[in-house]
């Protein structure tokens, strides 16, 4: 896996994903550990690797970040990551597309880049520290949370 100094500066935007899954009215979300994001409740997900389709890419990293296993579906949401220094470089540069998933079984917990994994209800999204781009997914596209 690689460090989060070889992912900051990159010569190239990175492809990552992640994985929408929900149990019993609740959405699988993590705390992210590391930059990008930092500190912000968001959906799970990562770096796609060589060789990996992006199913396969979001199955492993939600088993590796919440120990969660899931099936992974179609796309349900595109969008960038790009955060830049003061001298306007791009600092990080990753085009995340994320996935519908199916639940299949496991306990949060957390491991990986993530800090901390839960399942989440839409009442306790207005509490958490979540990611602006998250929450924009979670109530456009599946009215979840308000």
Known sequence: MNSTISKQYPDHPRLAVGAVVFKDGRVLLVRRGQPPSEGEWAIPGGSVEIGETLQQAAQRELLEETGI????????FLFDV??????????FHYVVIDL???YVEGYPRAGGDAADARWV???E???L???????ELLQQRFGFGG
């Open 121 to 123: 209800s839409a009442e």
């Open 100 to 102: 519908l998933a199916d």
């Open 69 to 76: 296993v899931i099936q992974a579906g179609a796309p349900c």
């Open 82 to 91: 790009i955060q830049t220094d003061a001298d306007g470089r791009a600092r």
């Open 129 to 135: 520290a979540l990611n602006p781009t998250t929450r």
């Open 125 to 127: 999204l207005a509490g």
